[in-house]
């Protein structure tokens, strides 16, 4: 375990990475979010993993507008448990508002009076009252989508030093959600001991692939960088701590203005195990979704979603050259959909593959914002569909479709698909497909 001490200067010469102070609240900017997730082994043998979002937001410098996020993940059963509260205007403007979050500047000190409880996450003291470098206290409340309460106590200290997203090529300050200069860093393999309940499942947890994120914005992060188009600019991330020692953290953005286009940053900070090994940037990723799974609509966003049926990537394969890596990346609960501002499932994967030809697999957790539901963006869910399935005389009909569609010949496509594709779809006697084509057809009518 490396040594670590107060003050840590991250990024020479920029204050906004000197630690301890980059673990609190950044009063110049007007959204600071902190992410912790891991994978938890009771002594029972039983396994889990959590994710939890403290998320400060002032628009405007003044308004307060909050939330707190908190999953547990039952890795054993593929189920999952989340639970989201909110401190937003207009209801929090009343005179008397005690607000919910408070944050702290200098130092980690968060908490969250959620109607569950209060949730928190403070610095951890020595029996002097100093500050333990990297080290914390947390304590999360929650009640989820079923009833069951839900509480996890964990005392999390680090084995790695933090790393700047984009290593020394970026230096932490990069583009995200189309604002040209985000702030974030990043840490990994943090030590977490404590005790889980969930329901009428208890008892004492333990993990060593803990995970910190930590971004914070100029501008309110949702629609603030786009003209308060919250859904403009979509994403997918995901953390994989690999067993060579590697953890991979990886970004793709995509502008919804412009068919989805891929925009910067879009790339991946790879740190090690080996303290030797300084953490390295590659932006030459590339994923092909192998799958789709459609929203819940049990699941509701705080900004109405601009249809029902939406679809997000899934089962996929991420691949680097300069890192001589492809993982096969298989979801281990699925659908775990959490009511955020706008679209946002996230969950634990297990990859497996290989890195510079030698074998690796390892936990990871994989999140994305961007949901499919034009008629275009179906079309392309269909066929990914069809052919991860094999059908592929199903999926050349749907190739047929896609010049209608794109052409904006709405009457033909329509046709095409109630008398060609949707009856051989139908055909194959799959729900899933059957329902992708009902909402193709609903998104092209939506279009005449």
Same mark, same amino acid.
């Given at each position: ?311 997000? @990537?899934?089962?996929?394969?991420? *691949? ?6 492809? /993982? #096969? +990346? &298989?979801?281990?609960?699925? %659908? ?66 896609? @010049?209608?569609?794109?052409?904006? *010949? ?6 095409? /698909? #109630? +008398? &060609?594709?949707?009856?051989? %779809? ?23």
């Amino acid at each position: 375990m490396v040594a670590l001490q107060y003050p840590f200067e991250l990024v020479p010469g920029d204050p906004e990475f000197d630690f301890p102070a980059a673990e609190g609240v950044h009063p110049h900017c007007q959204s600071d979010t902190w992410f912790l997730a891991g994978e938890l082994t009771a002594t029972s043998g039983r396994r889990f993993a959590f994710l939890t979002i403290f998320n400060q937001n002032r628009p405007g410098g003044d308004l307060v507008a909050d939330f707190h996020t908190l999953a547990f993940f039952d890795l054993d059963n593929g189920t999952y448990g989340t639970f989201t509260d909110y401190d937003m205007p207009p209801k929090n403007m009343a005179p008397g508002t005690i607000h919910k979050m408070s944050a702290e500047t200098g130092l980690m000190d968060l908490a969250f009076d959620s109607r569950a409880g209060r949730s928190s996450w403070t610095a951890r003291r020595d029996a002097e009252g100093a500050l333990v470098p990297f080290g914390y206290d947390v304590i999360l409340m929650g009640v989820d989508q079923a009833g069951a309460e839900m509480e996890l106590r964990l005392t999390v200290s680090a084995s790695r030093p933090p790393v700047p997203v984009g290593a020394s090529t970026y230096n932490g300050r990069f583009c995200c959600l189309a604002q040209p200069e985000t702030f974030s860093y990043f840490q990994t393999g943090m030590q977490m001991s404590g005790s889980l309940r969930w329901g009428t499942e208890s008892g004492e947890v333990s993990g060593s692939g803990g995970h910190i994120d930590r971004q914070w914005f100029p501008l309110p992060a949702g629609g603030g960088g786009t003209g308060g188009d919250a859904r403009a600019v979509s994403y997918e991330w995901r953390t994989i701590h690999l067993d060579n020692g590697a953890d991979v953290v990886a970004w793709r953005q995509f502008d919804r203005r412009h068919r989805n286009a891929q925009r910067g940053f879009t790339g991946a900070t790879v740190a090690y195990a080996d303290p030797g090994r300084e953490p390295v940037c590659v932006e030459d990723i590339e994923v092909t979704t192998e799958n789709y799974v459609r929203w819940p609509e049990t699941v509701r966003q705080l900004i109405k979603p601009p249809v029902a049926a939406r679809y997000l @990537p899934d089962r996929h394969v991420f *691949r680097s050259k300069s890192l001589g890596l492809e /993982l #096969a +990346g &298989t979801p281990l609960v699925p %659908v775990p959909a959490h009511a955020l501002p706008v679209e946002y499932m996230e969950g634990p994967f297990h990859f497996v593959g290989t890195m510079h030809g030698q074998p690796v697999q390892g936990f990871g957790i994989s999140e994305k914002s961007l949901a499919l539901y034009r008629d275009w963006e179906l079309v392309d869910v269909l066929s990914t569909m069809l052919e991860d399935r094999g059908a592929d005389h199903e999926a050349g009909l749907v190739e047929t479709l896609r @010049p209608l569609v794109d052409d904006g *010949r709405t009457d033909e496509a329509l046709a095409y /698909l #109630a +008398g &060609t594709v949707g009856p051989a %779809v139908t055909a194959l006697g799959d729900a899933d497909l059957v329902q992708i084509v009902d909402d193709l057809n609903a998104a092209l009518s939506l279009t005449e």
